[in-house]
T-cell receptor, first 117, second 116 residues
Framework: GAVVSQHPSRVICKSGTSVKIECRSL??????MFWYRQFPKKSLMLMAT?????????EQGVEKDKFLINHASLTLSTLTVTSAHPEDSSFYIC?????????????FGPGTRLLVL | AQKITQTQPGMFVQEKEAVTLDCTYD???????LFWYKQPSSGEMIFLIY??????QNATEGRYSLNFQKARKSANLVISASQLGDSAMYFC?????????????FGKGTRLSVIA
């Protein structure tokens, strides 16, 4: 089946630093990728939709200057958490969409756990 | 209004027994897809089963089946012959429209605990 990777799987950083998370589709081209955030014991909340070659679409309440998204190619989207603060600590998970009428059209990465000290 | 409602925060089931996890949804789009994902403690989202709004039959995947009642807008997941490894969080999700360019909306999840 389709595989989506994320890197890093876990990161600890100091407050004020920036962290880049990569999401790659490994065996298909993804015109659209999605970034979700999940707090402990909570559900996944959509942060933004990343479209290859165009600007990302952010959900209401998500700071676009805080969470920079770049979809540079059909296999790579990056999420950069700028000037991270402890409240940004969370589980970030991406999904890659393949345009298809098949049943499973979104494939999730394994997620990245971010801890900001 | 919530688009996906999972009313059971936690469920317990005896090993080898069947369990039903509830999910109701709300949409006015005639085309939509319903998904169930399993999330173990590792965090990865494991796809379990999918039901399209136009599918006539209930979806089945091994021990998983989806009880799709369109008029009631419910899409309950049935796990038969529960195993200890089934202990995890389970999320119901919906995609409105019939394209992969639409994000999924998730319910709050149900934590299933399988007891030996």
């Amino acid at each position: 089946g389709a595989v989506v990777s994320q890197h890093p799987s876990r990161v600890i950083c100091k407050s004020g630093t920036s962290v880049k998370i990569e999401c790659r589709s490994l065996d298909f081209q993804a015109t659209t990728m999605f970034w979700y955030r999940q707090f402990p014991k909570k559900s996944l909340m959509l942060m933004a939709t990343s479209n290859e070659g165009s600007k990302a679409t952010y959900e209401q309440g998500v700071e676009k200057d805080k969470f920079l998204i770049n979809h540079a190619s059909l296999t790579l989207s990056t999420l950069t958490v700028t000037s991270a603060h402890p409240e940004d600590s969370s589980f970030y998970i991406c999904s890659a969409s393949r345009e298809s009428r098949y049943q499973e059209t979104q494939y999730f990465g394994p997620g990245t756990r971010l801890l900001v000290l | 209004a919530q688009k996906i409602t999972q009313t059971q925060p936690g469920m317990f089931v005896q090993e080898k027994e069947a369990v039903t996890l509830d999910c109701t949804y709300d949409t006015s789009d005639p085309s939509y897809g319903l998904f169930w994902y399993k999330q173990p403690s590792s965090g990865e989202m494991i796809f379990l089963i999918y039901q399209g709004s136009y599918d006539q039959q209930n979806a089945t995947e091994g021990r998983y089946s989806l009880n799709f009642q369109k008029a009631r807008k419910s899409a309950n997941l049935v796990i038969s012959a529960s195993q200890l490894g089934d202990s995890a969080m389970y999320f119901c999700a919906m995609r409105e429209g019939y394209t992969g360019n639409t994000p999924l909306v998730f319910g709050k999840g149900t934590r299933l605990s399988v007891i030996a």
